[in-house]
């Protein structure tokens, strides 16, 4: 059902465009979606590109901006005059305009607000623009449908025609008081359903959940989840109702959030995309290969302390790779679960348990890991004093490690630090070093060298 | 804003479930949100959270039911006779009402559909179930608001109380021809705006996206993202109207698919969570470490095989751990921001382009730590020639592993294969094992042993 965009389409824009067969254009672009135009837009060079958005109704082209990448929308804006960008942010939701605002110039932006025609959005945008990004008053919209308790169905009806052009989608009415602070809700469905003389007062739901202006993103995406709303309204200290919060917001805000945790994991630590430069893409990997770096290469200088063994069991050295390799996957797991289980907000219950559990799991992987390292060491001649060493050592690293990978993220967590962070190399990096220290010291015990 | 489920409030439910004080439990629960219901349950022993469901409205705890741990969900249930399982049935949309019948046996299942009062209800289940649980099918809700295009806008809202009643949230009213095809949608807003005489098929917009029922989930959220969907409707082959999904199912499935990738990431098989029993949690481990450890094995062999460095170079075998665990970072660093990129559509472009870019990064990476690595063994007395040794094995094996990492998940999707299976452990440890040959193999023509 969804639009196709092909490679004909695509060369026939571009001749059409070359030719300056607007007309042409506009009519093959009509009804066209803005996800679909963004699409188009990112196909075609920027000249080309910065031709249709100029082109194209600014109710389309506003949206099918907001869906770009932000290195095209950036290009193509600077193509524009500030009063053809005033003109796009017109068109969209207050939340949507200033995440467009925020990603110009100061000097700029000024020059664009200043030629916004519409003075309360303008307003509204000045008044945004100071709430982080991420907070609800961030993420919040400011147009939505506000009636107040005194009022009767029908006139409530009437004034919601009005209000209800400028906002996107009516998910809730929201019931003020005349001081407008929020005293609860109203839907669609009972508008619809009740008579049209009733009052608003007799029909309204009082019990509605809001958030407060400086939560933030995480919790407003919690609460919305947990309790599967679709729009949320948004407060301030007093109770004054600001603005909402829509599902489609939360949407793009879940995804960019397990992106992040995703590429932390990976060990990336800017917000990189396949289709980045080489530049862009080299500093976000760079700091962890350099953090990876000096973990081995601590763990070179231990095993240099513990050269001694070269001459009695160089052996031994054939295994380090393998402890390290399982010291790291052990602590990889362990974390990737705690992290999850903390985001998901069930991990609880005493951490005694949680660490004889640990141990536990640690135990039986060990055990079975151990006795698949010794068949292999016999089999292939390393003997069972060797074997069995190499084994021990590995069963008490598993464990270590995967204490390390649990309790770091708690720790993390109970300091405010995101725990993901401590997923991927980081947790990789110590394991390693407390691996090679583990099986040499151990085997040095056993082996006595 | 939101409910506080305190250790007081616990212990007070307890004391009264003890007590037998039924209308004070009442009273205390009256009015909180199934979710909150659903961490109560969570929180007591299975006798008493048996209790309360028993003794609460079923409206309420079979919201809370859906909201549980699969796991608790059944223990619940299994406490619970069919008519009492068809009780809570009746008060949920019959996408959840599959999901939850699902999980019980054949025979129950029967027993329990046999319960069920409304037969509507019943027969929109028994066909739901024939879908995969994670279709466009699996995933739709079949209760919804449908007019016919014939209908005047008056007509249609007295239709749609006698509907709305059964519909949680009526997010779009679907307009159907005579065959009950789908033909378009209006939304509550244009029928709250439009004049009460005029007739649907003036009003309605015949432009409207639809799933096909055999639509994958995936596909779905794609689409319902892209276009910023909150409800969709589902068309069987031939146009006609069966169901529709709300964005409120996806979000769901989003989660669920991110923290399914993640996981997969991070080396854990099956879908588990920080507090399900050592046994689950061994299970859903233990597969990537064997993995692991069979290519760790595979490394120790090779390393078997160069041992003729022992006698000349015996300070290479203490970089081999950094040589592995560089190749390993690189590996899944590349893969994640692939796998990504796949996911997100937005991996394009000559694969040859890409070749040349990972190539360029991996060099300007490797130049960098190289540099490092040769200052370290130069410090620390491993001399010139076998620090530049390392620094150029270790240049080879990022640029190698770097091109492991991203096209084996492009070669593991092009064959229908889901990428993110392919970072994680798998990539780790191929890499550990061309790190190693690579290395050695180089050292060997360098250093000549």
Redesign the interface.
């Given at each position: 059902?969804?639009f196709e965009i092909t490679e004909e389409l695509i060369e026939q824009l571009e001749f059409l465009i070359e030719a300056g067969d607007d007309p042409r254009i506009s009519e093959l672009l009509h009804?066209v979606?803005p996800?679909d135009i963004a699409e188009i837009l990112d196909e075609l060079n920027t000249d080309e590109a910065t031709h249709l958005v100029k082109l194209l109704d600014s109710s389309t082209t506003s949206e099918a901006l907001m869906e770009l990448?932000e290195d095209l929308r950036e290009e193509l804006l600077s193509n524009l005059t500030p009063e053809e960008i005033a003109e796009e942010l017109d068109q969209l939701d207050s939340d949507d305009a200033v995440d467009f605002l925020s990603e110009l110039s100061d000097e700029i932006q000024q020059q664009v607000i200043g030629a916004i025609e519409d003075e309360e959005h303008a307003r509204h945008i000045i008044e945004m623009l100071r709430y982080d990004e991420n907070s609800a008053g961030g993420l919040m919209a400011r147009e939505l449908v506000r009636v107040r308790e005194t009022w009767t169905v029908a006139g409530c009806?009437q004034k919601?025609?009005i209000q209800?052009k400028n906002?996107t989608?009516?998910h809730s009415v929201y019931v003020v008081d005349k001081r407008e602070h929020l005293i609860g809700r109203l839907?669609?469905?009972d508008?619809?359903?009740a008579d049209t003389k009733s009052k608003i007062a007799d029909i309204y739901i009082p019990?509605v959940?809001?958030?407060n202006v400086h939560d933030s993103g995480e919790e407003v995406a919690r609460?919305m989840?947990?309790?599967?709303l679709?729009a949320v309204p948004v407060v301030n200290d007093v109770g004054v109702l600001l603005g909402r919060i829509t599902?489609?917001d939360?949407?793009?805000f879940?995804?960019d959030e397990?992106?992040k945790?995703?590429?932390m994991?990976?060990?990336?630590s800017e917000d990189?995309?396949?289709?980045d430069t080489?530049w862009e893409?080299?500093r976000a990997?760079?700091p962890?290969?350099?953090l990876?770096?000096v973990?081995?290469?601590a763990?070179?200088?231990i095993?240099?302390s513990f050269?001694g063994a070269?001459t009695v069991h160089?052996?031994l050295?054939?295994?380090?790779?393998?402890?390290?390799?399982?010291a790291?996957?052990?602590g990889?797991?362990s974390?990737?679960?705690?992290v999850?289980?903390i985001a998901?907000d069930?991990?609880?219950?005493s951490p005694w348990i949680?660490l004889l559990?640990e141990v536990?799991?640690g135990l039986?992987?060990g055990v079975?890991?151990g006795i698949?390292?010794i068949a292999?060491g016999v089999i292939?001649g390393f003997g069972w004093l060797l074997s069995c060493t190499v084994a021990v050592a590995m069963l008490s690293v598993i464990i270590v490690a995967a204490l390390v990978g649990t309790f770091v993220p708690i720790l993390l967590h109970m300091r405010g630090i995101d725990p993901a962070i401590a997923?991927?190399?980081f947790i990789?990096?110590s394991n390693?070093i407390f691996g090679?220290l583990i099986y040499f010291s151990l085997a040095k015990l056993i082996l006595g060298f």
């Open positions: 059902m969804a009804e979606h996800a990448d009806v919601m025609r209800a906002v989608r009516v839907s669609l469905k508008l619809l359903t019990n959940d809001a958030v609460l989840q947990k309790y599967d679709e599902i489609d939360i949407v793009d879940i995804r397990a992106d945790d995703y590429q994991a990976a060990g990336i990189v995309e396949a289709d080489v893409l080299t990997r760079l962890w290969l350099v990876g770096l973990g081995s290469l763990a070179v200088n095993m240099q050269q070269l160089p052996e050295f054939f295994f380090t790779p393998l402890v390290a390799a399982v790291g996957n052990v990889v797991q974390s990737a679960i705690i999850q289980g998901n069930n991990v609880t219950g949680r559990k536990s799991i039986i992987n079975i890991l698949l390292v292999f292939v997923t991927g190399p990789t990096t390693d090679i």
